[in-house]
Structures are given as C-alpha cells and as structure tokens.
C-alpha cells in the first residue's frame, strides 16, 4: 500500500497545470536577463520556462531578485530517481545534514520560494522527500512543513498530490507531539540550538550555551499551529472531517496558549518562556518565566528577539488586541533597526553581542529571520486593521535585505552579516556558506511588495505594498492555480502603453484595474487538476546512494577534480567552490565520459552543463552521443542538440527517439583555446516508480554487505568518527563528508598504515579497485600504496602491478592489474603524504 501511494504522488508531482497556449509574456525576458551582469548559470532557457519575470525602478531589487533565482539553481537537487528534487541548505552538504544534503531548518522558506516556479515538479518533490525519503530528518529542526506544502497547493493545486501525503503530514505532527508538546502548559518545548539559534540570549543565560535553555519558543509554536491548519485543510479535501476537527482544535489551544502565556503585556511583545530552572554564575532563571524575568537580568525593560515576530509570519495574533504594538520596536535605531538589519536582538538589550564567529543570533542580521519578519509584516499590513506600522517600513526593510545580498559589490549572500557594515566576515565558511540557502526572498517580492496573496479558492487577490510614487513596476508569467498572471503598475501609462494604473492580468487578458495602487480581486477561471501520467521522467545517471550503479567513467579526469561530480544531483559553474570534473592536462585531442546503468534503460534526452571558465576550461567544440548496443558504441541517431553549438554555463539538452541501452557515452572534441569540462551529465527518460537500483555485480570478492562473516575487513588504525573497515567493502561509495561510508586513518600515528581482507578461504584474483577518498584536508590521497598478499607466512608483494592512474588520485576509482594470485587475505599498504592520512570508500577485488 505504502508503495502505491509513494507511486501516485510521484505522478502527481508530473502533472502540469499551467495552460499550454499562454499568451505572449508583457515583459521581455532576454533584455532583463541581459540587464544583469552577475550571471554564473546562463542557461536562459530555464529561466525563461520557470521562473516570473519582474522589473523596478529600484536597481538593487532587481538585481537581488534574479540573483535569489540563480542561488535557487545551486542548491536544486536532484537525490535519486525515487526521491526526485530537494534543496540543499549549504552548498557541501554538512555532515549534519539528511539524504542529499538537506536540512529541515530552512525547508519552510524553500518551499514558499520554489512554488512560484512554473515547474511544480520541484516544490512536490520536495515536500514529499521529507516524508518518504530514507535519511530524510523532518524533525530535527523547527520548521513548518505541513504549511509549507499547503502553501505550494494554493499556488499550483492538486488535491491528490495532497491527499497522499495526509498520513504522513499528521505522523510527523504526531511526533513533534510525541517529545516535544507537554500537555500541562500546552504548548511545544524547544532549544534555540534546533531552533537554529545555537548561542542565543537565554542560552547565554545557563552552563550550556549552545543547547541549553529549552523553553515555549514563539518560533515553533507558531509552525505547529500552521501546520495543524494546514494539515486539517488537507484532511477537508480528503473528507475527512473528523481529523480536520480534531486539527482544528489542536490549533485553536495551541492558539490560545501561545497568546496568553508568551505576550509580556508589560513589554508589548512575544518572548520564549523557559521549560525549567536553569543556574548559571549565580543566577537562576526560573521555570516558565519570560525572558528577563528571571535571571541576572530580571525586570529588565529588554529581551526582544526577532522571533518574536514569526507568529505574523502565518497571521496567527488576533487583531484587536493590541498585539500589534510589538511592531513600535522593529524600525527603532534602539530596538532592531540597523543599515543592513534588523539585528537578532533588540540593540539595547544587555546581551546584545556581536561575533565574528559563527552562530551566535545576539544582534546578528541573519537572513533566516529577516525573511520571517518580512513575511510576518506583509502578512500585518495586507491583513490587519493597524495604525503602528505602514508599507514605507515594509519598503524599506525589504530595500535593506536586497542591498545585504552584496560582497565586493557583487551578488552574494552568506549565513549572516554584520548589522552595520554588511560584511559577512566570520559567517562566510569556504565551500560552505557561499550563496546560503536559508532564506526566502522571490516570495516577498511576489506575495509582499507586487501583493499577489494565494488563497483556497479561485478568486485572485492583490494587496500591493510597493510605493506609490514609483513610475512603475511588473511582475509576469507568474504561476497561480492553473494560469499565467502578470501584476502591471503604471502611473503615467508610458511604460507598458496599457494605460494608466494598477493592471491584473491573466492568461494575457485584463481582469482588473485601478488606477492607484489599491487592493484588486479578480475571479479567475477554475482550472481542471491534469490528468495524473503513468510515469515520471528520471535521471537514470544520478548516483547519490553509492551504489555499484549507475556507474561513471572518463577517459581523463584531472588530477583535482572528480568524475563522481558529474553525478552527484548538483550542478554550478564557479571555480571556487568547485564542483566539476575537467580535462584539463589531457593528452588526447578528444576525451568521453561513459555512464554504465548497470541494466537496461530506455532513454530519450542527454544533459550536459559545460563549463566555461577561460581559464583553460571551455566547451568542447563537438559532442558526440553514443550508446552501447551489446557488443559495440554507435552513435545515436536523430540526436537533436538546443543549443546547437556546445555551450557553457548551461544546460545543453540532446533529445533524440527513445532507445533501449544499458550504457551512454559522451565523446568530447576539445577546443583550441582549453579542455572540456562539465558539471553534471544526466540521462533521462520515462518510467514508473518506485525504480529499482541494479544489484551490486558479482564477483567483487570483498564485497560484504554486513549480514555475512567473511569477507571481513580490517585495518592498523581507524579514525575515530565512524570510517570503519567493514564501510569500505559494503559495496557503497561515496566520496563526499556525509554520509560517513569510509574507512581512513585519520589521527594515525604511523606514516604508513594497512587495509586488509581476509576472505575466510583462498581465492584468486588479479585486480583491485580503490576508490580512494580525498577531503583535500587531514585526508587525502597517499604518495603511494602497494598491493600485498598472505602466502601462509608472510606478506608477499604482488607481481608485475599496473596502476591506473599511476599516481594514486582521489574521488575517484584507482585500479591496479597483476599477475593472478591465490590467497586467503590480501592488504593495501598505504604510505602516506606528508601529514595527511590515507582513507578509501570502497574496494573492490576481482578476478578477471
């Protein structure tokens, strides 16, 4: 049953609702794209089939807009032909982070930003990768998933896609309820740390300042209660009215709950209470007291932290209140105003601190935040009666936000900055932080400055907040239950030549108008959900669990960069960090990349994203596409390439008439003026889910997948975080820091160490593969390594070996053939390089 499901809401992430015979876009793309001159990914063709086009008068947000869309395209992902897309919160993959790279903490605002691009494929795919995906972790964050995926729906709906996902949207509020609700306070415990505020003012406060101070957060108490609403829509469309009441209710407490025992009515805003005592230098912090009520700070007038805004962020505060008073702090120099703020914590509070170090949210400007506070303050002006605050703020908070996505001028954003400088020093990790994902912005633009405010039915509401002396702006092609819409504003009618004013259209056609910029609403015509199709197009190429297959290879790859990049679900163009396989130093004119499926595939589209650096690394000057027939490589007909000249920095596409293969090659002619380069190399075609990987092959005689007593594997030293010798023959390969699937010698005190199998009884073989792991830091590629085998009393080196490549080279396969040997056990001997320590994901050894 459990597969059934899985399998309708894959079909249900394919169906397209957006109308084939869409009018002409008002705006023209290219001269927009053009305008902008911070482009890595180029590929004009994406941009043009996914995301709304918009202009301004305002140059900053402009440029911060298309650049939000091109950082989206870093972090797309794509897992595994059953999990499909994910996002990646940083762009190496942490090791704290799940399958593919994902973290929860930021899955809420990925989710709001994705759901504007016409392909609703990738918000789905992600939404239901936290539920079905192994290694998924849903909760190991405060997040709001349930919202998020209602969020999606209201933008491109399908009630099916939905009504799958119902059993696991109430199982994961099950288990937020589970360890973290406490019903005699009735409301959800958590630490700053998982609220991904790790050194915050309240942890400061107690022995344990990365985790400690567990209490009622504004944060996640909020998710909860949009979840719980979300999930009883959801259970509404199911017909399910019973589970939707009892949804209702959950929320309707956890309402009350929040705004009865998290408002300070003193202090006019919303603060954590702690879950229990906690001492410190003295002082103690008492249980279920607000911040600074208790404390070495106790009676203070501050302890304002931004979060307490997120409960706007999904209008949960009722208006009439008076709740709406909070909003006085967020402008004020001596609150959370800054040049490129807010700042975490109000500036007057005593613990106001700033670091240049990771992780401490005492007065940081942190773009998580900033977006939830924008959020939140649309939310207040489009849908309050209140006189605090008004849509310049709005403005210029949003003004601020586009101007902190600058570093040396350029596009960028890290995972925090300096409130009054903008710099991102001490938040900006190498191969790590750069162009982090944790943010939205694109859905503060659509829904906030442009006004577009998704509901649950068909009628199109537009509460624009963007300044009325503004000459103009517009936003187009914008996705929106089944139609294309555009937003036009023209105070004089010269711009667009439509006339005057406020303009909605749809389709093309105008279904509103005003001539200031007041709220519109317009019907728009209900859309039939698309028919659910009996497949899905896959990427057979991708390989992110470490499989034997699909498997790929080269003719050449540069000592530095990895052919296991080309398969890893992400692609980007940069040098820095790298994520490419090249031909640089090739002594051939012309190189080829082959992916083995390890079983048949029908196939009809190649993708290969060229790089274009001009430093050495260009596009081939021709591709050839070829495909293994059973005995030999031929080239594959009616091949069609867009572009038809190999490109950089962009995806080219070769469709050709579907074919039945188990193995593709890319054969590159090399280019004058440098060698080929890419970053990803996809294979798509049709089929139905869930896919089943091909076996590991036989006759890899090291290969133990754990339920076995031999072979087994060990080593004279192994590091101290999880490499293992039995991970490095469970038939798993992975090159990159998580998941852990390796063994290395990192920390050993030797400048040599071994790796050993023993296979429990003589076997002969006469080749073995290393795929040798390389983390460019405490490990990396030996100077060498020799092969070596038991004859009964002694180790004996192995005769006549011929390695390849000759120099033992990292993330990626290294072979060595020798004369046929029969042994019971056979070693790696390993010399290390310098002070770096040697480390293999897999080996393999076979006798052919």
Request: hydrophobic share 35%.
């Amino acid at each position: 049953m459990r597969l059934v499901r899985s399998l309708l809401a894959v079909l249900a992430v394919c169906s397209l609702t957006i109308p084939t015979d869409a009018a002409e876009p008002l705006l023209a793309p290219q001269p927009l794209l053009d305008h902008e001159t911070f482009w890595d990914n180029k590929d004009w063709d994406w941009y043009k089939a996914n995301i709304p086009f918009f202009e301004c008068p305002d140059a900053d947000l402009q440029t911060t807009y298309y650049y939000r869309w091109e950082l989206l395209t870093k972090h797309l992902t794509y897992g595994s032909p059953n999990s499909g897309y994910s996002f990646t919160e940083f762009i190496d993959r942490p090791f704290w982070s799940g399958a593919y790279g994902a973290i929860s903490c930021p899955a809420g605002h990925q989710l709001y930003e994705a759901r504007w691009l016409r392909t609703p494929r990738y918000a789905r795919d992600y939404a239901r990768y936290w539920f079905r995906t192994p290694g998924a972790q849903p909760r190991n964050y405060s997040t709001w998933l349930a919202d998020g995926v209602w969020a999606v729906h209201r933008v491109h709906p399908n009630d099916a896609f939905l009504i799958d996902l119902l059993p696991d949207l109430k199982k994961n509020y099950h288990g937020w309820e589970v360890r973290h609700f406490v019903p005699e306070v009735g409301l959800f415990w958590q630490t700053g740390h998982d609220d991904g505020m790790e050194f915050n003012i309240n942890s400061r406060q107690t022995k344990d300042i990365l985790r400690g101070a567990p209490g009622y957060r504004p944060t996640l108490n909020a998710y909860l209660w949009a979840d719980a609403l979300a999930i009883a829509r959801v259970a509404e469309l199911a017909g399910e009215k019973a589970t939707a009441d009892v949804y209702r209710v959950k929320a309707a407490q956890l309402k009350e709950n929040l705004q009865k025992k998290l408002w300070d009515p003193k202090r006019h805003f919303f603060f954590p209470l702690s879950q229990r005592d906690e001492e410190a230098d003295g002082f103690k912090v008492k249980a279920l007291s607000l911040t600074h009520q208790t404390g070495r700070y106790a009676g203070s007038e501050y302890g304002r932290e931004l979060i307490g805004y997120v409960p706007w962020q999904f209008s949960l505060p009722d208006s009439g209140k008076g709740y709406e008073v909070a909003w006085k702090k967020l402008m004020d120099r001596d609150g959370f105003a800054a040049p490129f703020g807010p700042t975490t914590v109000e500036r007057k509070d005593p613990m106001f601190l700033l670091k240049k170090t990771c992780c401490w949210w005492s007065g940081q400007s942190w773009p998580y935040a900033t977006s939830q506070t924008l959020k939140a303050l649309a939310n207040l002006l489009q849908g309050y009666e209140q006189n605090t605050i008004t849509k310049t703020e709005y403005v210029k908070l949003l003004t601020t936000f586009a101007k902190t996505h600058r570093k040396n001028g350029k596009p960028y954003l890290a995972e925090a900055c300096h409130p009054d400088t903008g710099s991102f020093e001490g938040h900006d990790g190498y191969n790590h932080s750069e162009h982090y994902f944790h943010s939205s912005f694109n859905d503060l633009v659509i829904t906030g400055l442009v006004g577009i405010c998704p509901r649950d039915d068909d009628t199109l509401e537009v509460k624009p907040l963007a300044p009325e002396d503004w000459a103009y702006f517009a936003l187009d092609s914008v996705p929106y239950r089944g139609h294309l819409l555009s937003v036009l504003w023209d105070r004089d009618g010269t711009r667009y030549k439509r006339g005057k004013g406020l303009k909605l259209y749809a389709d093309g056609k105008e279904i509103a108008a005003s001539p200031t910029l007041a709220p519109l609403k317009a019907k728009l015509s209900a859309r039939a959900q698309a028919p659910l199709p009996a497949s899905t197009p896959v990427n057979f190429a991708v390989n992110n669990d470490g499989t034997y297959f699909p498997r790929i290879s080269a003719t050449y790859a540069h000592p530095r960069t990895s052919i296991a990049k080309l398969t890893d679900g992400n692609y980007w163009y940069h040098r820095d960090p790298p994520n490419r396989w090249t031909c640089e130093g090739s002594p051939h004119a012309s190189d080829s990349v082959v992916v083995d499926f390890g079983t048949k595939r029908t196939v009809h589209t190649a993708k290969l994203y060229f790089l274009e650096d001009n430093r050495g690394v260009v596009p081939p000057t021709k591709v050839q596409l070829d495909y293994w027939d059973g005995k030999e490589w031929k080239a594959i007909p009616g091949a069609i390439p867009t572009p038809e000249k190999p490109t950089g920095r962009r995806a080219n596409v070769i469709r050709f008439p579907t074919l039945t293969t188990t193995r593709v090659r890319a054969v590159f002619q090399h280019a004058t003026r440098g060698k080929t380069g890419m970053t990803e190399f996809e294979v798509w075609g049709d089929a139905r889910l869930p896919l089943d990987t091909p076996p590991h092959p036989t006759g890899n005689l090291a290969y133990n997948p754990g339920d076995r007593p031999f072979p087994k594997a060990s080593a004279s030293y192994a590091d101290r975080f999880g490499g293992k010798p039995a991970l490095a023959i469970d038939g798993k390969t992975n090159f990159l820091p998580t998941p852990t699937n390796r063994w290395t010698s990192y920390e050993s005190p030797h400048e040599s160490d071994w790796l050993e199998v023993d296979f429990g009884a003589e076997k002969t073989f006469t080749r073995i593969e290393l795929a040798i792991y390389d983390d460019r830091g405490g490990v990396q590629p030996p100077s060498r390594y020799d092969i070596e085998y038991w004859e009964g009393k002694a180790w004996q080196p192995v005769k006549n070996a011929r390695k390849s490549p000759e120099k033992p080279t990292g993330s990626e396969f290294n072979e060595v053939r020798f004369d046929p040997v029969k042994a019971s056990k056979v070693r790696v001997v390993f010399t290390h390089a310098g002070k770096a320590r040697s480390g293999v994901s897999e080996l393999l050894i076979w006798n052919d």
